[in-house]
T-cell receptor, first 113, second 110 residues
Framework: NAGVTQTPKFQVLKTGQSMTLQCAQD?????MYWYRQDPGMGLRLIYY???????DKGEVPNGYNVSRLNKREFSLRLESAAPSQTSVYFC????????????FGPGTRLTVT | RKEVEQDPGPFNVPEGATVAFNCTYS??????FFWYRQDCRKEPKLLMS???SGNEDGRFTAQLNRASQYISLLIRDSKLSDSATYLC???????????FGKGTTLSVSS
């Protein structure tokens, strides 16, 4: 049981490049989330998917798109990376809604130069 | 008022000390409350849920004061391994997502 997995673990991009961060969970959870974490800012929600087939914006969605590919997978795309998107990105999953524990992946450390 | 506020610390305590963290939240309709723990350069993990009646898990006690919109975490007999950042978490207004505080850093020394 791997829990929540994320790829890649590290990535360096040049300004303007695009990339997709992958996330998968094997706990049969309905809800999945993408966060970014910056020093002094805490975890901020980018997008979430309450259930397969739905996605909603979080606190900081600008510059990102997401796809809930199936129940297991939730990807985050940066279409044109900017230095302000340098951050650590965490994916999480939970049973439906915000009453349940969220399980986090190990994170992707992204640097945009 | 920010949605979830915590004193960032750091709290520096010796082994065996008792330490308490507080957190305030702005949404009076929040129903779900948690403390998460995050080790340096690692992902957050659930430490404990916080119930209205208060709850205890070993050396850790969490309490909720709905009237004051305040959550606390008490750690007794601190261990070196308790050194981490502790995140206060509440659900958003729609009940669909969680809002994380910026965290309180604890450093326990021998």
């Amino acid at each position: 049981n791997a829990g929540v997995t994320q790829t890649p673990k590290f990535q360096v991009l040049k300004t303007g490049q695009s990339m997709t961060l992958q996330c998968a969970q094997d706990m049969n959870h309905n809800s999945m989330y993408w966060y970014r974490q910056d020093p002094g800012m805490g975890l901020r929600l980018i997008y979430y998917s309450a259930s397969e087939g739905t996605t909603d914006k979080g606190e900081v969605p600008n510059g990102y798109n997401v796809s809930r590919l199936n129940k297991r997978e939730f990807s985050l795309r940066l279409e044109s990376a900017a230095p302000s998107q340098t951050s650590v990105y965490f994916c999480a999953s939970s049973d439906s809604g915000a009453s349940y524990e969220q399980y986090f992946g190990p994170g992707t450390r992204l640097t945009v130069t | 008022r920010k949605e979830v506020e915590q004193d960032p610390g750091p709290f520096n305590v010796p082994e065996g000390a008792t330490v308490a963290f507080n957190c305030t939240y702005s949404n009076s309709a929040s129903q779900s409350f948690f403390w998460y723990r995050q080790d340096c350069r690692k992902e957050p993990k659930l430490l404990m849920s916080v119930y209205s009646s208060g709850n205890e898990d070993g050396r850790f006690t969490a309490q909720l004061n709905r009237a004051s919109q305040y959550i606390s975490l008490l750690i007794r007999d601190s261990k070196l391994s308790d050194s981490a950042t502790y995140l206060c978490v509440v659900n958003n207004q729609a009940g669909t997502a969680l809002i994380f505080g910026k965290g309180t850093t604890l450093s326990v020394s021998s």
